[in-house]
């Protein structure tokens, strides 16, 4: 039964400020001695990061194209256990999907959590319609649980008191905040997201700033109030992994493996959740970094995730003694599996402000970075080919969101596409999952919670080399 108090702070479409609010509000709560656990609805690892900040806590993900309904309530279940409140952030206008019933849109997920919403609206030249909005809105849906209102840029008290009298008048709902426009209200962007927290070098700085205007012009209290009268859930929680008559989970925990995980400036992208999954298996995760560190000794299989390798590309390259590590222990069949930025680092060469870095090399590409995006948003995969992770015929749900392209493909024997795209761009002509050997590159993301396959697929390599490497004395 999950009693956790919760809140979904949604938007009418992007840009409104949820971002910035959601963020400032959870480390007022936290700042309160709450333990806020922080979600995003939607596929985005950089709000995610500035989420982590704001409520010194993991960031989860919580998407209904990534993963069933029963999914995201086992993975809410797990992630409030000791939860005081959580906090989601929405993604795009509350009712935005992908079809005409919008069943992956920020309103499905708060009727299936069963958690207010709080709508956050930009008022920037607008008074009374604010409240047609706003009803709109509750009529369009009324099984979802609009709560209150949160007015954005307002131009002074004038302008605010009409939108508050009309918004109780019409809509009967509390107004619990009302936010000026201010300068100093805005995280820096770049591409369609903002930068991630990680390379802002002033974080605290931005989110101090956050949070003074949120403590100051947010009803806390009323929000708190709001998000405990949340009722109780009762979740399914099904197993990540079968276990059990001598399965996969069973012999992981005999022979434990080592899996590396790359994380650091240039390679930040990763669902908590899929470490944490691997975790629960019962592998040994070591983290390190590609741009100062050696290949850490004994690993049974690497995971490298997304984030911005093209800024960081000379000090990629200067680490000569991990790429070429890295290259060797491919060779010998090591598990690699690397997503979006990952999949450039494994290339041969990245092509960044008309200079070129050698990079891992391990698959015959060079890698070029746009100014307009080559790939954004959900993906549906079909495997086409049978690889280390996955299995012919399986259908795989993801996303991706990347810059960099394939500038050219070379030829190497033994290499091959094991995905085809049904929805997205992938690698070149539809195809993605660049296989060779047991290394894998793909600009999909998936996530643990919607795709098991990848956790088992992940285990079952590494066990494999395991074995290999005891057998013929590789490590």
Same mark, same amino acid.
């Given at each position: 039964m999950i009693r956790c108090p919760r809140l979904t702070i949604a938007g009418l479409g992007g840009d409104t400020g949820?971002?910035?609010?959601?963020?400032?509000?959870?480390?007022?709560?936290?700042?309160?001695?709450?333990?806020?656990?922080p979600f995003k609805k939607g596929p985005d690892y950089i709000d995610m990061g500035w989420l982590r900040l704001g409520a010194s806590h993991p960031c989860y993900n919580l998407d209904l194209f990534l993963m069933s309904k029963d999914q995201a309530l086992s993975s809410f279940s797990l992630n409030t256990k000791d939860a005081d409140i959580a906090v989601i952030e929405g993604n795009r206008g509350l009712y935005d999907g992908m079809d005409l019933e919008g069943s992956v849109s920020t309103a499905e997920l708060a009727k299936l959590i069963q958690s207010p919403v709080i709508l956050v609206i930009d008022c920037t030249k607008v008074t009374r319609t604010i409240a047609?909005?706003?009803?709109?809105?509750?009529?369009?849906?009324?099984?979802?649980?609009?709560?209150?209102?949160?007015?954005?840029?307002?131009?002074?008290?004038?302008?605010? &008191? @009409?939108?508050? $009298?009309?918004?109780?008048?019409?809509?009967? !709902?509390?107004?619990?905040?009302?936010? %000026?426009? =201010?300068?100093?209200?805005?995280?820096?962007?770049?591409?369609?997201?903002?930068?991630?927290?990680?390379?802002?070098?002033?974080?605290?700085?931005?989110?101090?700033?956050?949070? &003074? @205007?949120?403590? $100051?012009?947010?009803?806390?209290?009323?929000? !708190?109030?709001?998000?405990?009268?949340? %009722?109780? =859930?009762?979740?399914?929680?099904?197993?990540l992994i079968k276990g059990g008559e001598g399965g996969l989970l069973d012999e992981i925990i005999k022979n434990p493996v080592t899996i590396g995980v790359i994380r650091d400036s240039a390679f930040?992208?990763?669902?908590?959740?899929?470490?944490?999954?691997?975790?629960?298996?019962?592998?040994?995760?070591?983290?390190?970094?590609?741009?100062a560190d050696d290949l850490p000794p004994s690993l049974d299989a690497l995971y490298i995730g997304g984030g911005f390798p093209e800024t960081h590309a000379s000090l990629l390259s200067s680490n000569e003694t991990?790429?070429?590590?890295?290259?060797?222990?491919?060779?010998?069949?090591?598990?690699?599996?690397?997503?979006?930025?990952?999949?450039?680092?494994?290339?041969?060469?990245?092509?960044?402000?008309?200079?070129?870095?050698?990079?891992?090399?391990?698959?015959?590409?060079?890698?070029?970075?746009?100014?307009?995006?080559?790939g954004h948003g959900y993906t549906e995969i079909d495997v086409e080919v049978s690889n280390p992770y996955f299995k012919k015929g399986q259908v795989l749900h993801g996303h991706e969101f990347h810059y960099s392209h394939v500038l050219n493909m070379g030829e190497k024997d033994g290499i091959y596409f094991?995905?085809?795209?049904?929805?997205?761009?992938?690698?070149?002509?539809?195809?993605?999952?660049?296989?060779?050997?047991?290394?894998?590159?793909?600009?999909?993301?998936?996530?643990?919670?919607?795709?098991?396959?990848?956790?088992?697929?992940m285990l079952h390599s590494a066990a494999d080399y395991k074995k290999q490497c005891k057998t013929f004395n590789i490590n």
């Open positions: 949820k971002t910035v609010i959601t963020v400032g509000l959870c480390r007022v709560l936290h700042e309160k001695g709450q333990k806020v656990i047609a909005l706003v009803l709109g809105c509750q009529m369009f849906d009324q099984d979802v649980p609009i709560k209150g209102v949160i007015l954005n840029r307002l131009a002074g008290n004038r302008h605010e &008191e @009409i939108i508050r $009298k009309s918004i109780e008048h019409y809509c009967h !709902l509390p107004v619990v905040g009302t936010i %000026p426009k =201010l300068k100093n209200i805005t995280f820096p962007g770049r591409h369609l997201g903002l930068i991630p927290s990680q390379e802002h070098p002033m974080a605290e700085d931005a989110i101090d700033n956050a949070t &003074e @205007i949120m403590a $100051k012009h947010l009803d806390v209290e009323q929000l !708190l109030q709001i998000a405990v009268n949340a %009722p109780p =859930l009762n979740p399914p929680i099904p197993p930040q992208f990763y669902y908590p959740e899929n470490i944490d999954a691997l975790k629960r298996a019962g592998a040994e995760i070591i983290e390190f970094s590609a741009l991990l790429r070429l590590s890295i290259r060797k222990a491919a060779e010998e069949g090591l598990p690699i599996y690397a997503e979006c930025g990952g999949l450039m680092y494994l290339g041969e060469e990245l092509i960044w402000q008309e200079k070129r870095f050698p990079m891992v090399g391990i698959l015959p590409f060079v890698t070029g970075v746009s100014k307009k995006p080559q094991s995905f085809k795209m049904k929805k997205g761009e992938g690698i070149r002509k539809k195809m993605d999952g660049l296989c060779y050997k047991n290394v894998l590159v793909t600009y999909t993301h998936v996530h643990a919670h919607g795709t098991r396959e990848w956790v088992e697929g």
